[in-house]
């Protein structure tokens, strides 16, 4: 079979975000049944090097250059109001990328898209078997924001809400098959075609990047990790340093906070000036600082889909108390596997709770782990969609 992976998100290094390490490993998977072409973008941080290596997991691998986004922001409103195009989903769209298309589509039986935004390269007139991989829904996250006060901008949110479900109606018509991360996605996207065929298919880990602790650090030392240029993380990490941390200290003087992740947006490095607040930017590995801690905090109030957070947090270890939203599409109780908390006396009440009780932050770890190694492997999602590509 030959497949058409399409995806404006350079895919490589797997360790750069979530959307990266799907992709990634779903290709990598593909790659060993099938002949998959991969047609991507590269930024400017993308080196030849990591071009080269990413080849090495394609049949057959073809790069154009991002395009540069426009400036004008009125103009941009203005085509997603008549057009029905997002501006997030226009400034990534490729005319080079879409012509090659075009040129070659025949030689394919399916084309997948690696993340609703590649959706806009799907002609009606495509004959081949089309999936989309949604990552998350976005008009389910806008709304979300909306609802939970996590907005950047209230009101511009609320303009682009009913645009979104425009939108996320029109995309997921184009598609016979949509995959996605969590049973919470697959609700809201099925009321918008409700004859594709839906198939939930968490994320994996990496096990050699997120190995089991082999010790309990004790102490008081919390962590939180992921992208920190992302605005549900940056809401999580100030709603943990802002809020929840300084009750904490009441009780725990000692109480650390390790804020783990790439790219820390200026309002996240102000963070550090906080104390016994460390914001790490890039590390080499973010396992180490996930053994390091007595607890993984993951205190998220937005932002639909599977957390990898989540999963390599458990993969690693260490015990994790998180709220609805950071343990969505995770089986996390029966046994138990994380404690959950979603207001500031709950995250405080399940936190101290598991500094005092080493006993119960060792079950929450085996626990945790043996549900990672059973259920959330790449192994297991690279199969589930590869029978997704071969049914008829």
């Known amino acids: 079979m030959n497949i058409?992976?399409?995806?404006?998100?350079?895919?490589y290094p797997p360790t750069k975000g979530g959307t990266q390490v799907r992709t990634f490993h779903l290709l990598k998977y593909l790659n060993q049944a099938?002949?998959?072409?991969?047609?991507?973008?590269?930024?400017?941080?993308?080196?030849?090097?990591?071009?080269?290596?990413?080849?090495?997991?394609?049949?057959?691998?073809?790069?154009?250059?991002k395009p540069i986004p426009r400036s004008n922001k009125v103009q941009r409103f203005a085509e997603f109001l008549i057009?029905?195009?997002?501006?997030?989903?226009?400034?990534?769209?490729?005319?080079?990328?879409?012509?090659?298309?075009?040129?070659?589509?025949?030689?394919?039986?399916?084309?997948?898209?690696?993340?609703?935004?590649?959706?806009?390269?799907?002609?009606?007139?495509?004959?081949?078997?089309?999936?989309?991989?949604?990552?998350?829904?976005?008009?389910?996250?806008?709304?979300?924001?909306?609802?939970?006060?996590?907005?950047?901008?209230q009101l511009r949110d609320h303009i682009n809400l009913p645009l979104l479900k425009r939108y996320e109606k029109r995309y997921c018509r184009k598609f016979t098959n949509v995959v996605v991360t969590t049973d919470d996605d697959r609700t809201q996207l099925q009321r918008f075609n409700p004859n594709?065929?839906?198939?939930?298919?968490?994320?994996?880990?990496?096990?050699t990047a997120f190995p089991y602790r082999?010790?309990?650090?004790?102490?008081?030392?919390?962590?939180?990790?992921?992208?920190?240029?992302?605005?549900?993380?940056?809401?999580?990490?100030?709603?943990?340093?802002?809020e929840i941390l300084p009750q904490l200290q009441l009780i725990y003087p000692d109480v650390t906070l390790s804020i783990v992740g790439a790219r820390p947006t200026a309002e996240i490095q102000k963070l550090s000036e906080r104390k016994n607040?460390?914001?790490?930017?890039?590390?080499?590995?973010?396992?180490?600082?996930?053994?390091?801690?007595?607890?993984?905090?993951?205190p998220m109030r937005t932002g639909y889909g599977i957390k990898n957070k989540t999963?390599?947090?458990?993969?690693?270890?260490?015990?994790?108390?998180?709220?609805?939203?950071?343990?969505?599409?995770?089986?996390?109780?029966?046994?138990?596997?994380?404690?959950?908390?979603?207001?500031?006396?709950?995250?405080?009440?399940?936190?101290?709770?598991?500094?005092?009780?080493?006993?119960?932050?060792?079950?929450?770890?085996?626990?945790?782990r043996s549900l990672i190694e059973t259920e959330y492997t790449w192994e297991r999602a690279g199969r589930q969609y590869l029978q997704v590509l071969e049914r008829n």
Not at 100 to 125: A, G, K, M
């Open 196 to 207: 594709a065929d839906f198939t939930v298919i968490p994320n994996g880990v990496d096990f």
């Open 4 to 11: 058409l992976m399409l995806s404006t998100t350079f895919p």
């Open 34 to 65: 099938h002949h998959v072409t991969l047609l991507t973008q590269r930024s400017e941080d993308v080196s030849d090097a990591e071009v080269e290596a990413l080849r090495e997991f394609t049949g057959k691998l073809v790069v154009f250059e």
């Open 277 to 298: 607040i460390i914001v790490t930017g890039r590390v080499e590995s973010i396992a180490d600082y996930l053994h390091q801690a007595t607890v993984c905090v993951i």
């Open 83 to 153: 057009e029905g195009t997002p501006p997030s989903v226009r400034s990534n769209y490729s005319p080079q990328m879409q012509a090659w298309i075009d040129q070659h589509i025949d030689q394919f039986d399916v084309i997948t898209c690696e993340h609703s935004v590649n959706e806009i390269y799907l002609r009606p007139t495509f004959q081949q078997k089309k999936i989309v991989n949604v990552h998350s829904s976005v008009y389910g996250s806008c709304k979300n924001q909306l609802q939970t006060g996590t907005s950047e901008n």
């Open 311 to 368: 999963l390599e947090a458990m993969a690693a270890g260490t015990p994790i108390v998180s709220s609805d939203r950071g343990l969505e599409g995770v089986q996390f109780n029966r046994p138990i596997r994380a404690l959950q908390a979603n207001t500031v006396s709950e995250y405080v009440a399940a936190i101290s709770r598991l500094f005092g009780d080493p006993a119960l932050r060792s079950q929450l770890s085996q626990n945790a």
């Open 214 to 242: 082999t010790t309990d650090p004790g102490g008081h030392h919390l962590v939180f990790i992921g992208a920190m240029d992302n605005l549900a993380n940056i809401d999580a990490a100030k709603f943990l340093s802002l």
